[in-house]
């Protein structure tokens, strides 16, 4: 720095030693203990937030997610160790943009080269924490800040927080040496806006080429919205145009509901060989921290204001990540919806081929029409009933080859059927997804077909349906009505014939369909069957048998509709996960209320 000058304060404003006075004092509030306290409420909050998930695809979410890191991260860095411990020394974080001069200003403040400062960016690579020797247990311990590791050494490690003593350095004040929150770093970067979220007092720099820039003002507007209190600090102002930048760094401030901030110039000058400012130009800040530091009272004010304004941001906060939550479960929640929207089509396409005649063409026709004989069988049906008996008993009892491959080709016509409607059910399903952006980022190309087995499990199901069919005929043969009429004929047969009258409908109404490529042998299977066992047993049995094959079908298509389901389980936000937060944040506000820190004189600590 190769020119000097006088420092100032806010320039043009009549009120700027008012302005960068220390907060006033206020009164402790009140402890609380037990379930209602405000830590048992924000460690509640916490595990609620903790427990939530939002792993949908969904335009909410990736905020959702970094939210709620930055909400742990203030509360495991901040609310939680500093409600333990309102008296702890007052920690003034400084931040500001690459090249402001923080460090330099630190180093100044606390009379010692603590914090590497230099050419290079970006300068601050782990953050410094400087205090006076009698703060430093505080600090060490690792209350605050517990997911940094403290060290005594310099590190380039951005996780590491490097503890440093100054006796110069009042007690009960702390400086931190943020990295830049413009960092090229994006580790830096994060980790400046965690610390400036751990901060008691903001104290922001900028410089007179700067000051303007969006990132900055982007946090200031957090930290206004957060009741944070902020010192701004503006560095290396040429002494020609000190009067116009910092009366338009003040009007920007006043736009921004940010007027009441202390705003100290810092002209341009240059450094000692320790690489300190002239003390007359830090003298204004350093006298403001002196008294700050020397008033426990007004140390404590700036606390409660901080601490209030992020326990009062919470709630908003919190209910935003709630309404991300419902929204991730009203996604998957849609998402299912549509899997088993194809699933119950592809079963309502089964249960119709059970109606409309279609499972009969072919070869069950062909099989069926061999089985009972349709040649010279059908052309008795009109002669005397206990002929028409003799005759099937015969063909039934004297014709295994045909039974087997009548029950064959009932198999694979059901087979078929199975297959086809997997094959559209997870089609539609996976169309469905696709055009949901939550279901797009949770495809397989594999969910757009059937499982790989799924031919041999349909296989296994309706050969576990037939034998089930053949019991069924053993048990209904308990009733000795039903043994009398059936007593002459072989379990097998009967179950095939029941086969037969669930492919043509319980109530053997002939379809055109069936009539036209039956040619009328299904009719005539009816007058065989019911003059056989009777038409009620008939459609008893062949009811029965319908409903077990429904709900074979039903646990086969919903094995493969679990291919997606279990997809969305996985992703699945609890169902009252939205309630949960809103229930813990407002616990949290009723704590507040309760504990006296939403009742600080916010006019007095600014």
Same mark, same amino acid.
């Given at each position: ?26 009164? #402790? ?16 909050? @916490? ?82 924490? $400087? ?72 104290? &922001? ?58 705003? &100290? ?15 007359? $130009? ?6 403001? &921290?002196? +008294? ?11 606390? @409660? ?31 299912? %919806? ?5 699933? =119950? ?6 249960? !119709? ?15 069926? !029409? ?5 040649? %010279?069988? &059908? ?5 005397? *009933? ?18 087997? /491959? ?12 199975? =297959?086809?409607?997997?094959? %559209? ?30 031919? #041999?499990?349909? #296989? ?6 037939? +034998? ?5 005929? @053993? ?33 053997? *109404? ?28 008939? =459609? ?51 704590? =507040? ?9 916010? /006019?007095?600590?600014?």
């Amino acid at each position: 720095m190769t020119t000097h000058g006088d420092p100032a304060t806010r320039s043009g404003a009549p009120a700027v030693a008012a302005r960068t006075d220390p907060p006033a004092a206020a009164e #402790e509030p009140p402890a609380t203990t037990g379930d209602d306290s405000l830590p048992g409420a924000l460690s509640g909050l @916490r595990e609620a937030i903790g427990a939530t998930r939002y792993p949908l695809a969904l335009p909410s979410a990736g905020s959702a997610r970094h939210t709620a890191t930055a909400l742990t991260d203030q509360l495991d860095d901040y609310l939680l160790p500093r409600l333990a411990r309102l008296d702890a020394p007052l920690l003034v974080v400084v931040g500001g943009s690459t090249g402001a001069g923080k460090s330099t200003l630190v180093n100044s403040l606390v009379k010692a080269r603590v914090s590497a400062a230099g050419v290079l960016r970006p300068t601050t690579r782990s953050p410094v924490l $400087v205090c006076n020797p009698s703060d430093a247990a505080w600090f060490r311990q690792g209350d605050l800040l517990p997911g940094l590791t403290r060290t005594t050494e310099p590190s380039d490690d951005p996780r590491a927080l490097h503890l440093v003593t100054a006796p110069a350095l009042p007690a009960g004040l702390a400086f931190l040496d943020a990295p830049d929150i413009d960092s090229v770093v994006d580790a830096n970067r994060a980790l400046a806006t965690q610390l400036l979220a751990a901060a008691d007092l903001w104290l &922001f720099v900028t410089t007179a080429a700067r000051y303007a820039d969006a990132v900055p003002w982007e946090l200031l507007r957090s930290a206004r919205a957060r009741g944070a209190v902020i010192a701004m600090v503006l560095d290396r102002v040429p002494a020609e145009a000190t009067d116009e930048i910092a009366a338009h760094l003040t009007e920007m401030l006043a736009e921004q509901d940010l007027g009441r901030a202390p705003l &100290f110039v810092l002209p341009e000058t240059w450094t000692d060989g320790q690489g300190l400012l002239p003390e007359g $130009v830090t003298a204004p800040l350093a006298d403001w &921290f002196a +008294r700050l530091a020397a008033d426990a009272d007004a140390r404590a004010a700036v606390v @409660r204001q901080t601490l209030d304004g992020a326990l009062a941001a919470l709630h908003p906060t919190v209910e935003a990540l709630a309404d991300a939550a419902d929204e991730q479960l009203a996604a998957a929640d849609g998402l299912d %919806e549509r899997v088993r929207a194809a699933y =119950r089509g592809a079963e309502r396409t089964v249960e !119709q081929g059970l109606q409309d005649g279609r499972l009969l063409r072919g070869e069950v026709l062909a099989r069926w !029409q061999e089985f009972v004989g349709t040649g %010279e069988l &059908f052309r008795t049906l009109e002669a005397r *009933i206990g002929r028409l008996r003799d005759r099937v008993v015969a063909a039934v009892t004297g014709r295994p080859a045909p039974a087997v /491959e009548l029950r064959n080709a009932i198999e694979s016509q059901l087979v078929t059927l199975l =297959r086809g409607v997997a094959s %559209e059910a997870a089609e539609s399903a996976y169309t469905g997804w696709k055009a949901h952006p939550a279901g797009a980022g949770l495809l397989d190309p594999a969910l757009a077909h059937p499982s790989d087995d799924l031919p #041999e499990r349909a #296989e296994r199901m309706v050969r576990d349906w037939q +034998r089930g069919v053949l019991e069924l005929v @053993r048990v209904e043969g308990g009733d000795k009505r039903f043994v009398a009429r059936t007593a002459a004929y072989a379990v097998n047969a009967t179950g095939l014939a029941v086969m037969i009258a669930v492919f043509a409908s319980t109530a053997f *109404i002939p379809t055109g369909l069936e009539l036209a490529t039956g040619a009328g042998t299904t009719v005539a299977a009816q007058a065989v069957l019911q003059a056989i066992f009777g038409d009620q047993a008939v =459609r008893t049995l062949a009811a029965k048998a319908r409903t077990d094959l429904l709900a074979r079908v039903r646990t086969l298509l919903d094995a493969e509709a679990d291919r997606f389901l279990s997809r969305t389980a996985d992703a699945r936000p609890a169902a009252d996960a939205g309630d949960d937060l809103r229930r813990a944040a407002g616990r949290v506000e009723l704590a =507040r209320h309760r504990s006296g820190l939403s009742a600080a004189d916010e /006019e007095g600590s600014r």
